[in-house]
């Protein structure tokens, strides 16, 4: 194993941008793409709606022919036929003539107008018309809600049902969006065991693999659980092997023992490469970063607060890149609820809960599970600064 | 068909409240719990940790053969052995013994102190311990992080990572959650096609289709879309048949043609029965709302807007109500940008854009999809009211 410094945050992003991983575009069935990332920018391939279309049901008239109409001497118009949604007249409509048609039917040639049915009175085959219509009157024109060629929506729009539905719109029965990068979460620790597992005693519940694994999947991604590697060489190494294999970013979140770390470190060293061991934040000391096959290995902390505060540092916003989504915010401001100290000469990283405007740090005391549970987020207390004070302002990222 | 009379919005709602559908429960497993909503509450079925653990590497003692310690006169213990996590320590820590012990392993009985490797010398097979530590140094005592029985999640929460992590903690393998109501959605209009296929004469893509099917899931409900329904009584009742065979809801969207909404009624008359024939709001006149075989069938308006405004005041409630969501907030208080005209004795609901703390009134005149696509959610404008002033505080329903 190479020797490898602590270093600072920004050089361990750094690295992470070095990374030989980029965005992905597949195309899926428009009926398959809620919730994806668009991953080019759409503009409308026609026009919406794609003819001179009725806003009302009446009758379609050349507005010019009734001009000269008033209550008094009223303009008759020969009714030649009738129009439905769905029809495609392809008559046109001469002086004199008017054709019933009803709302969104596409207006004959020479019509330009639709007076609504409420306001004439039929007497026959002919229509009985009390004041003019001017053109374009109950009438939508041909591109008048989406001209073809507006553009629609930006390449790393999260499609919600009103994107969709406007995809729908204009057509498009296949949607370039972003791939999913698929990530697989492996835990390690000789104390941990599967939820329906029985727990036999000195062992407990895996925390991290659950987290990380739905994290990763609120942010879009696939994860593909492992489950758990113990304290030994062989196990630790075929999961990795596996992951790699099977995913394009693997991660290992620590069990309590440093063991498993240097097990880790040494593994990354044999099928590829340690880029990063340890890095000047806290927590996130131990964090292993490496390549293996060009793909990116991840050995985030135990501690579930940590493991997720790494996650959120150093995982989240490569995932972010690869579908599209580097743009979200996915912080705020907060003024501090009450005085925290920090150790001068470290960077550190401390959970806080969001109450209203007020961000509120998680004791250090607390379990492992219920802090991290508390938490919404963490604030950061740079390397110069001792106490924050109740009242500042404060950044908090939100985990995830 | 029997004669049905406009109803106000709140018998409507009413009738739809007596609608023979209950929320239903189901166990999934964990891995399969993310974005589910909670059926039941849940408390912890064990101590978290399950055992007295170190939260320290170092040394496991009984803190009264420390009690002496003192730099000048550090005490001796003899170190009997090593516990590691995931050990279980079967032996009893004796007077004057201690146990190398690492972070996260379960204490040894007799011990009740653990005293981190960095205080203390180690010599052979003793260590010395220079100052005194307290029982519970060192230690997270069982069940100190969550205890057994301790209330974690509510019935109507919505699974994060943050739940399902803690939700293994506790090692739930299966988690109680509401089913998703299967919602049928079905397009009915001459002049609609779906994306992917070609756009005849006077023909338009379908909007409704997929905006009803995709806001059922973002929902957290299972969508079928069922295609589109021409203007024939035939396709029509085949759809809804195979509507209500496979789905707990049935969603109609109307075209534009009067006559599908009057087949529409007919065949749910033939069916089953119709409840509501048209809502005295604004838009909303035309739905219907019937039971087909204890299953609510609803024919929303055609007009995109229209038909998304009725589906979040009629058919959202009901479905949130069926997934437990029934107690989320999907209102705001916002300042009207500018005034609007409405007509006395009609209770109307308006769409609005929402930017910053202004709700902006979309324009009655814009397309059917760019204000659709263009509106955040509505207001009211009730039947009393004739104009609402600028800078009025309305609420603003969001859609979905």
């Not at 049902?161 to 990530?183: H, I, N, Q, Y």
């Amino acid at each position: 194993m190479a020797f490898l410094k602590v270093v600072p945050l920004e050089k361990a992003l750094e690295v992470i941008d070095s990374f030989p991983l980029e965005p992905k575009v597949e195309r899926v069935p428009l009926g398959e793409a809620l919730g994806r990332v668009l991953a080019e920018d759409v503009v409308s391939p026609i026009n919406v709606p794609p003819f001179d279309r009725a806003t009302v049901d009446g009758y379609a008239v050349r507005a010019e022919d009734t001009f000269m109409a008033s209550e008094s001497e009223p303009v008759r118009l020969k009714v030649i036929g009738e129009v439905n949604a769905g029809d495609f007249p392809d008559f046109e409509l001469k002086p004199g003539e008017s054709v019933y048609i009803s709302t969104g039917a596409p207006l004959p040639k020479g019509a330009d107008a639709v007076i609504q049915f409420e306001d004439v009175d039929r007497d026959g085959d002919e229509v009985i018309i009390y004041k003019p219509a001017y053109p374009g009157l109950g009438v939508m024109k041909a591109g008048a809600d989406i001209p073809k060629g507006k553009p629609l929506l930006k390449r790393g729009t999260r499609l919600g049902f009103k994107e969709t539905a406007l995809l729908s719109a204009v057509g498009l029965a296949e949607v370039p969006v972003f791939r999913k990068p698929k990530v697989a979460v492996i835990s390690t620790g000789n104390e941990l065991v599967l939820p329906g597992e029985g727990l036999k005693p000195g062992q407990i519940y895996d925390i991290n693999g659950r987290a990380i694994a739905d994290a990763v999947r609120e942010l879009g991604c696939e994860a593909v659980f492992l489950g758990i590697a113990k304290d030994d060489r062989e196990s630790l190494k075929a999961l990795i092997e596996k992951g790699v294999e099977c995913c394009d970013i693997v991660i290992l979140s620590g069990g309590a023992s440093g063991g498993i770390r240097d097990l880790t470190s040494s593994i990354i060293e044999e099928l590829g490469e340690v880029k990063i061991h340890g890095i000047a934040i806290q927590p996130g000391k131990p964090t292993i970063i490496g390549l293996i096959g060009g793909k990116p290995v991840f050995g985030l902390p135990g501690y579930p607060t940590s493991c997720l505060t790494n996650f959120t540092l150093l995982v989240a916003p490569l995932l972010r890149r690869l579908i599209g989504r580097e743009s979200e915010v996915r912080k705020v401001k907060k003024r501090l609820a009450h005085k925290v100290f920090s150790v001068k000469g470290r960077r550190q990283f401390l959970p806080v809960r969001i109450e209203g405007e007020k961000a509120v740090p998680i004791l250090k005391g607390s379990g492992a599970v219920t802090s991290f549970i508390d938490a919404d987020g963490f604030i950061e207390v740079p390397e110069n600064v001792e106490i924050l004070e109740a009242g500042e302002e404060v950044e908090v990222t939100f985990f995830g």
